[in-house]
């Protein structure tokens, strides 16, 4: 797998966007990397910018980057709402794929370095890049913030890791370092009040407050037997938050990251806000998400919602974000679109997914086109969807059935499985195609010579096993997902039992078509133990699928009948 890392610089700057721009020119300029996200903020006044490539190139457009910020931005002139002390306040570096956090973390120390050295602004590691688990926390580190770290960077301590002991008075200093994927969540009040705001983020952020007898605000420190203060732990793990104002829509807010979203995800975050918020008289009136979230927060977020409605969570991926964003009221300041917010979405290859984009009319004229792909396996891959989508539906419609409300979990269940296999035969309509492109790439190869005829015949083998294998995958999903048609022609809602026999008769016309690709691609290999094994278990599952077709339309008729 390549190596894919995302960058996540915050600029000190939320309302030139022309500085903005300039910024992010820099970043695109850069071979490699891809610009994810521009979020601005003009109340914080600034800009959280998101963008992925390749480790070398990351470095190189942070670089850039940081010392563009660091020409336009005038730290001495900087208000906002936000805690910073620099330019580029705050630079993470997050591994995505085929990378470590060990080796993302190098990556962050070479960028530090160069930063400090050439552009000679004091930079401080944090997270995964310090080595001083003292100074590791990116609040403790910017504790002062600009304005106090002109006295703070002269203390032995907070001598800077890179970069000269001073700190600039037009740039600041900066933060670089390496660090899981972090959240940036605001969740929405009805109130103007920072300090009620900041006792809601006390009462919920793992850190909690400090323990005052008496007044929680104002009466005197608890300390224990050493003198240290006795702090209250919040009730959310790995979440950090703070009350504040914000001018610009009128509200105050709890602003949060949630450094770990398998610990405590965007649900729970808003769920528990939404509880302390009540204890003390104030409603949550909808939430904000800074910057880019994994699609996994979101679909999880969409069935924690349907589930505490009794509701089936076998829907399609586009209802459940449409559920989360609902529930989360991520849509109240502004629209939110998941194709600009979902971090999958944006690097998302449209080009290899090209006919399930297609309308009905569009993919059924391709499909008659002069063009030899979509072809049968394809055209089986999509059928094994529609089938296990009408399995789907009778599931649906039987965990929502009156009277029926007992057994809404053991039919969202059947829902779910369902949904999974047709997410899966989706993707294959198009691999199927796509495999088809490969052999037709592999004839395409240069033969003048024996070396090239040698690695042509090699491609063409390697693509032609590949597209064996596609079809004969397809023949698997769709016998599996027979055992929700069989299901839910057994105990589905009966007045639907017929769908789920339309339902068998697609997966096994998709599991006989998909065959007879893998039996003519099959037919063209070199490698014939290979092909010998795949049409022996080909024929054992075309023979099982025929069988358990009988099967449900036996049930299908006897329950008409």
Same mark, same amino acid.
């Given at each position: 797998?390549?190596?894919?890392?995302?960058? /996540?610089?915050?600029?000190?700057?939320?309302?030139?966007?022309?500085?903005?721009?300039?910024?992010?020119? !820099?970043?695109?300029?850069?071979?490699?990397?891809?610009?994810?996200?521009?979020?601005?903020?003009?109340?914080? #006044?600034?800009?959280?910018?998101?963008?992925?490539?390749?480790?070398?190139?990351?470095?190189?457009?942070?670089?850039?980057?940081?010392?563009?910020?660091?020409?336009?931005?005038?730290?001495?002139?900087?208000?906002?709402?936000?805690?910073?002390?620099?330019?580029?306040?705050?630079?993470?570096?997050?591994?995505?794929?085929?990378?470590?956090? !060990?080796?993302? *973390?190098?990556?962050?120390?070479?960028?530090?370095?160069?930063?400090?050295?050439?552009?000679?602004?004091?930079?401080?590691?944090?997270?995964?890049?310090?080595?001083?688990?003292?100074?590791?926390?990116?609040?403790?580190?910017?504790?002062?913030?600009?304005?106090?770290?002109?006295?703070?960077?002269?203390?032995?301590?907070?001598?800077?890791?890179?970069?000269?002991?001073?700190?600039?008075?037009?740039?600041?200093?900066?933060?670089?370092?390496?660090?899981?994927?972090?959240?940036?969540?605001?969740?929405?009040?009805?109130?103007?009040?920072?300090?009620?705001?900041?006792?809601?983020?006390?009462?919920?952020?793992? *850190?909690?407050?400090?323990?005052?007898?008496?007044?929680?605000?104002?009466?005197?420190?608890?300390?224990?037997?050493?003198?240290?203060?006795? #702090?209250?732990?919040?009730?959310?793990?790995?979440?950090?938050?703070?009350?504040?104002?914000?001018?610009?829509?009128?509200? *105050?807010?709890?602003?949060?990251?949630?450094?770990?979203?398998?610990?405590?995800?965007?649900?729970?975050?808003?769920?528990?806000?939404?509880?302390?918020?009540?204890?003390?008289?104030?409603?949550?009136?909808?939430?904000?998400?800074?910057?880019?979230?994994?699609?996994?927060?979101?679909?999880?977020?969409?069935?924690?919602?349907?589930?505490?409605?009794?509701?089936?969570?076998?829907? %399609?991926?586009?209802?459940?974000?449409?559920?989360?964003?609902?529930?989360?009221?991520?849509?109240?300041?502004?629209?939110? &679109?998941?194709?600009?917010?979902?971090?999958?979405?944006?690097?998302?290859?449209?080009?290899?997914?090209?006919?399930?984009?297609?309308?009905?009319?569009?993919?059924?004229?391709?499909?008659?086109? !002069?063009?030899?792909?979509?072809?049968?396996?394809?055209?089986?891959?999509?059928?094994? *969807?529609?089938?296990? %989508?009408?399995?789907?539906?009778?599931?649906?419609?039987?965990?929502?059935?009156?009277?029926?409300?007992?057994?809404?979990?053991?039919? %969202?269940?059947?829902?779910?499985?369902?949904?999974?296999?047709?997410?899966?035969?989706?993707?294959?309509?198009?691999?199927?195609?796509?495999?088809?492109?490969?052999?037709?790439?592999?004839?395409?190869?240069?033969?003048?010579?024996?070396?090239?005829?040698?690695?042509?015949?090699?491609?063409?083998?390697?693509?032609?096993?590949?597209?064996?294998? /596609?079809?004969?995958?397809?023949?698997?999903?769709?016998?599996?997902?027979?055992?929700?048609?069989?299901?839910?022609? !057994?105990?589905? #809602?009966?007045?639907?039992?017929?769908?789920?026999?339309?339902?068998?008769?697609?997966?096994?016309?998709?599991?006989?078509?998909?065959?007879?690709?893998?039996?003519?691609?099959?037919?063209?290999?070199?490698?014939?133990?290979?092909?010998?094994?795949?049409?022996?278990?080909? #024929?054992?599952?075309?023979?099982?699928?025929?069988?358990?077709?009988?099967?449900?339309?036996?049930? /299908?008729?006897? &329950?008409?009948?």
């Amino acid at each position: 797998m390549n190596q894919l890392i995302e960058c /996540v610089p915050n600029f000190s700057e939320g309302n030139d966007m022309n500085i903005i721009k300039q910024i992010t020119n !820099e970043i695109e300029s850069v071979e490699g990397v891809k610009l994810l996200n521009v979020d601005p903020g003009k109340a914080t #006044n600034r800009t959280v910018v998101t963008f992925v490539g390749n480790p070398e190139a990351v470095v190189n457009a942070a670089f850039l980057a940081i010392k563009k910020a660091g020409e336009l931005i005038d730290m001495s002139k900087h208000n906002g709402e936000h805690p910073r002390m620099g330019a580029t306040d705050v630079c993470p570096l997050i591994p995505i794929a085929g990378i470590t956090m !060990e080796e993302t *973390a190098e990556y962050a120390k070479k960028l530090g370095a160069r930063v400090g050295k050439e552009l000679n602004i004091a930079v401080y590691l944090y997270e995964a890049a310090q080595a001083d688990k003292k100074r590791a926390n990116l609040s403790v580190i910017r504790g002062g913030e600009y304005e106090g770290f002109f006295k703070k960077i002269k203390l032995p301590e907070w001598k800077p890791d890179f970069g000269p002991a001073e700190h600039s008075v037009k740039s600041g200093s900066t933060v670089i370092g390496a660090r899981d994927f972090l959240v940036a969540y605001n969740v929405n009040l009805n109130t103007t009040s920072t300090r009620r705001a900041n006792s809601i983020a006390f009462d919920a952020r793992e *850190a909690g407050r400090v323990k005052r007898e008496g007044n929680p605000v104002t009466g005197k420190i608890v300390t224990d037997e050493k003198g240290n203060p006795v #702090n209250i732990p919040g009730s959310l793990k790995s979440v950090k938050a703070i009350g504040w104002y914000i001018e610009e829509y009128g509200i *105050a807010q709890i602003s949060m990251n949630l450094t770990n979203i398998n610990i405590t995800p965007v649900h729970i975050a808003f769920d528990e806000v939404c509880k302390k918020a009540n204890e003390r008289g104030i409603r949550v009136t909808g939430s904000e998400l800074v910057g880019l979230i994994p699609l996994k927060a979101m679909l999880d977020a969409g069935r924690y919602f349907l589930e505490k409605q009794n509701r089936s969570t076998g829907v %399609s991926e586009k209802e459940l974000i449409k559920i989360a964003v609902k529930s989360l009221g991520l849509d109240e300041l502004a629209p939110f &679109k998941p194709e600009e917010r979902i971090i999958e979405y944006l690097l998302k290859d449209d080009l290899t997914a090209r006919l399930i984009k297609m309308n009905l009319v569009e993919f059924a004229n391709e499909t008659a086109s !002069e063009s030899p792909a979509p072809g049968g396996g394809s055209i089986s891959a999509y059928v094994g *969807a529609l089938g296990i %989508s009408l399995g789907t539906m009778v599931a649906n419609l039987s965990s929502h059935k009156p009277g029926w409300d007992e057994r809404w979990k053991e039919f %969202s269940d059947w829902a779910e499985k369902g949904q999974h296999f047709k997410n899966e035969l989706l993707k294959l309509v198009d691999e199927d195609t796509n495999a088809f492109n490969k052999i037709m790439a592999a004839f395409g190869l240069p033969k003048s010579t024996d070396e090239e005829k040698k690695a042509r015949t090699e491609s063409i083998q390697d693509a032609t096993k590949y597209a064996t294998k /596609v079809p004969f995958k397809v023949m698997q999903i769709c016998f599996d997902s027979m055992e929700v048609i069989k299901a839910m022609a !057994e105990t589905g #809602n009966p007045n639907s039992v017929t769908d789920a026999g339309v339902g068998a008769l697609c997966a096994r016309t998709a599991v006989m078509g998909a065959f007879l690709n893998v039996k003519i691609n099959a037919a063209g290999l070199t490698d014939k133990n290979f092909s010998a094994e795949i049409i022996l278990k080909g #024929n054992e599952i075309e023979n099982k699928t025929q069988a358990l077709e009988t099967e449900i339309l036996k049930l /299908v008729n006897s &329950k008409i009948q």
